[in-house]
């Protein structure tokens, strides 16, 4: 009866609070060491510093060909590219150092413990194991998170520049951290499944790597796949694989900072959705499945303005839905609600920039917590991995009520000291 | 609530495997309130396994294990609220302070902040590191450590400490702290459950001892009962001076005297004397009065003691008793 005495107001509120606190005991604890000594703020230091002076350096070799491709009107702007090229540079040194870092503080998290013979000591608290988790990855994170939030000066250089804006800092800083808390994720994982260390850390950055270039490895070998037995619509391998690669997400986080969507980066990120960025000014609009070429204004101005059966040059415009061929005489619109002979079926146009983004942030973020949530259930002892999620109604301790069927096979009316002592007469 | 309190351990056919081996095999033990027991056996008889199941970090393969009448199984979380463990081999976070470590586990047992201030140098004070507040965990000997770790497994001020080895390791000096700062934890109230595979070490503090051996508790009760139930393979060491003829004449005297077997010879020399060693299955009172008649016979006796006093030995006789029951 001695449990049955704590309160228990309102046991959903006090468990969130609980869980809390244990969260940031083992926070408080993680930084505490962390911190201790000049490491942390040497690292923190030599980050800024290499990229101040990636910045500068990119600021020196781009400068003078930026004016001159300005001078004779070929770029729009030299200030603008200067600005853009800064931004680039910085986006992906830091996508490339979080990647290196942000697994680098958890893959030691749970197998350290392991191998140093604490995790024992730790488990044995009555903290949950899901907080033991959580509040490791966030202390992790919460250093990274400092790298990234401290060098947001840095990126602002462009601010002066121009080319690009607020809201390309606010995506940059947005995949960046969505990256360190996904591979954090993936590294805690790692760290919790495997006992050493080591090969927690060789295993976690296969992974990264798998994130990085193969996917792209993947995509390529399906698109290759898919241009054989191409027939309409599906010419391109299934984007989702790319959904998880760091670096995509960023290309887009940069290509969105390109003058008026044309860029090279444009190009790709159109190749790979689909949609025709040269063609961002005209283009196509659809009405369903059906298709009209448009001009730049959005006014409709084919193909019912070609002849019927004319060749429409799809080849430069793989833009989506069905294009049809209309009598000269007929308006557009009614060709599309009389339904016109279809002359060509392609994919679905997508603007291409802002498209892998926020995909990337949410598929990063779901592998963290799937990732988490694993892990938690990789650091509860073996054979007590249900226990942990029963609820607790009857703290009072009853006897069994039955759910321990095995009697004991010796001795079962004594439950004091063994009868079985032997006398002295058993050892002569 | 005038209800009896339920034993601070109470197992019921315990066991665990490990794949093919059974670790323990169907122990059953009660450990009431305040007592310190401790578990005896050689390397490997199932002492560790017993404690990470008490301690809920094994789950075990059949049986029941409570403590304070919670099963481990049911309700871990409430079951380490009561326990203090400190595992055979741990290691201890070196980057933290004294202070600190002391202070993260405090919070991990949920202990409130105006609490841990106070019961940190407390603590320290019992361990007798109370001068090492400050210094970082990294910078302890092995001694201040395993103190360190037991001041740990007290912060939440548990019913019952599991301390798995804790003066293993340790030199003379560092042992007679250990067992000192136990004897001051029994005085607090503390059921302790020890663990040594030498029994004299627990024998000193213990007030009952269970002896285990592949998996299972062969003896329990209180050290006292343990011997008396084997003081028939007792053997007397009876140190005389003298020479040859006059030893001589002494072994064929003692073995003439009763409750006395053949007499082993003692080519044992302590200092000048010459040890005999001499079977004896009598009880305190012959002893007495073999030891009267001995000396009334002229023999100068310089040490006449009871060898089986010797704990090694009650521990290897029943280990090696059950070796041969089971060969049998």
Request: proline residues 6%.
């Amino acid at each position: 009866m001695t449990a049955a005495a704590r309160p228990m107001a309102s046991p959903r509120r006090s468990a969130a609070r609980e869980f809390g606190s244990a969260v940031r005991t083992i926070m408080v604890k993680e930084l505490r060491g962390r911190f201790r000594g000049r490491r942390a703020f040497v690292v923190l230091t030599i980050y800024l510093g290499l990229l101040a002076l990636l910045a500068y350096g990119t600021y020196v070799l781009i400068a003078p060909t930026a004016r001159q491709a300005s001078q004779f009107g070929g770029a729009p702007n030299a200030s603008a590219s200067i600005g853009i090229g800064i931004f680039t540079v910085l986006s992906f040194f830091q996508l490339l150092l979080v990647s290196f870092i942000a697994p680098a503080f958890t893959t030691g998290a749970i197998s350290l413990e392991r191998e140093k013979q604490t995790l024992d000591l730790l488990i044995s608290t009555p903290l949950r194991p899901g907080a033991i988790v959580v509040g490791k990855l966030l202390a992790a994170l919460a250093y990274i998170g400092l790298m990234i939030l401290a060098a947001i000066p840095i990126s602002a250089i462009v601010f002066m520049y121009g080319g690009a804006t607020v809201d390309d800092l606010i995506r940059q800083q947005v995949v960046l951290l969505v990256t360190a808390l996904g591979l954090g994720a993936i590294g805690l994982f790692f760290s919790a499944l495997i006992k050493r260390t080591q090969a927690a850390t060789v295993l976690t950055y296969c992974a990264v790597l798998v994130l990085t270039i193969g996917t792209v490895l993947i995509w390529i070998f399906f698109s290759i796949l898919a241009q054989r037995d191409a027939v309409g619509v599906t010419r391109r391998a299934p984007e989702q694989i790319l959904w998880v690669n760091p670096a995509l997400a960023m290309i887009d986080v940069v290509a969105g900072t390109e003058a008026g969507n044309v860029g090279g980066l444009n190009g790709l990120l159109g190749q790979i959705t689909g949609a025709d960025i040269t063609n961002a000014g005209g283009g196509v609009t659809c009405n369903g499945n059906v298709c009209f070429q448009t001009d730049d204004k959005g006014n409709v101005i084919g193909p019912g303005s070609a002849l019927p059966g004319a060749a429409v040059d799809l080849s430069s415009r793989p833009v989506g839905g069905v294009v049809v061929a209309c009598p000269p005489d007929m308006p557009p619109n009614q060709c599309a609600a009389n339904g016109g002979q279809p002359i060509a079926a392609v994919a679905q146009p997508q603007s291409a920039v802002g498209h892998f983004w926020p995909r990337y942030s949410i598929s990063l973020a779901a592998i963290a917590v799937l990732a988490t949530l694993f892990s938690m259930r990789l650091v509860v002892p073996a054979g007590m991995r249900f226990v942990f999620r029963r609820p607790r109604r009857q703290t009072a301790p009853p006897p069994a009520p039955g759910s321990v069927a095995k009697e004991p096979p010796a001795s079962p009316a004594a439950p004091d000291v063994p009868a079985d002592i032997a006398t002295a007469e058993d050892s002569t | 609530m005038s209800m009896a309190l339920p034993p601070v351990i109470e197992t019921r056919g315990l066991v665990k495997r490990y794949g093919d081996q059974i670790a323990v095999a169907g122990v059953d033990l009660v450990v009431g309130p305040a007592e310190i027991f401790g578990l005896v056996g050689p390397n490997g008889a199932g002492k560790t396994t017993m404690m990470k199941v008490l301690a809920t970090l094994l789950a075990p393969t059949a049986g029941e294990a409570r403590v304070c009448g919670i099963s481990v199984m049911e309700d871990p979380i409430e079951v380490r609220r009561r326990i203090g463990y400190m595992p055979d081999f741990y290691g201890v976070y070196d980057d933290l302070r004294v202070w600190e470590y002391l202070d993260f586990f405090a919070r991990c047992y949920g202990v409130s902040a105006e609490r841990r201030a106070g019961m940190i140098g407390e603590l320290l004070e019992i361990v007798g590191l109370a001068d090492k507040r400050g210094a970082y965990v990294e910078s302890l000997s092995r001694g201040m450590r395993q103190r360190l770790c037991l001041a740990h497994s007290l912060v939440h001020d548990p019913a019952l400490l599991i301390l798995d080895e804790p003066a293993s390791g340790l030199d003379p000096r560092a042992r007679v702290e250990m067992r000192e700062i136990l004897r001051e934890l029994r005085g607090m109230g503390k059921t302790i459950l020890v663990s040594s595979h030498i029994l004299p070490e627990l024998a000193e503090m213990c007030t009952s001892v269970g002896i285990i051996d592949r998996g299972q508790l062969l003896r329990a009760g209180s050290i006292r009962d343990i011997e008396v139930s084997l003081r028939a393979g007792a053997v007397l060491q009876v140190d005389l001076l003298g020479d040859e003829t006059t030893i001589a004449g002494a072994e064929t005297w003692l073995s003439n005297a009763p409750h006395v077997g053949d007499v082993l010879h003692g080519d044992v020399a302590a200092g000048l004397a010459t040890r005999l060693e001499i079977p004896f299955d009598g009880d305190a009172n012959d002893q007495a009065e073999l030891l009267r008649s001995l000396i009334a016979a002229g023999y100068r006796v310089t040490g006449f003691h009871q060898a089986t006093s010797d704990l090694e030995e009650i521990f290897l006789k029943v280990t090696g008793q059950d070796e041969e029951e089971g060969a049998a």
